[in-house]
């Protein structure tokens, strides 16, 4: 599976951004994917993910409201919407494909399996 995030770049607080991650190989059947951000010294860590089949979605706590998650299964794509930025957002934002569902909770890292190359968000207030 490969995975290519666009859509990150450069916005002022308050400002929306609509990130994407496109699959491609491998795409006939996964658990489900989820978004992951990075700030520079900082741990990994979890956004939000979908249930593939279903389009269920789940936040972390911290990220409910502002950020919502969709899927076009048509398109192997998955979408984060972020609205409201905050400088505290900038981060790399990674996407990832989680094959089985059964590798851990679902906001670990080590759940998934395949990982996106990532794309910046820069927030400045």
């Known amino acids: 599976v490969q995975l290519q995030a666009s859509g990150g770049g450069s916005v002022q607080a308050g400002s929306s951004l609509r990130l994407s991650c496109a699959a491609s190989g491998r795409t006939f059947s996964w658990y489900g994917m989820g978004w992951f951000r990075q700030a520079p010294g900082k741990e990994r860590e979890f956004v939000g993910g979908?249930?593939?089949?279903?389009?269920?979605?789940y936040y972390a706590d911290s990220m409910k409201g502002r950020f919502t998650i969709s899927r076009d299964n048509a398109k192997n794509t998955v979408y984060l919407q972020m609205n409201s930025l905050k400088p505290e957002d900038t981060a790399v934002y990674y996407c990832?494909?989680?094959?089985?569902?059964?590798?851990?909770?679902?906001?670990?890292?080590?759940?998934?399996?395949?990982w996106g190359q990532g794309t910046q968000v820069t927030v400045s207030s």
């Open positions: 979908v249930h593939w089949s279903s389009g269920t979605t």
């Open positions: 990832a494909v989680d094959l089985r569902g059964n590798g851990g909770h679902y906001n670990s890292p080590g759940r998934y399996d395949y």
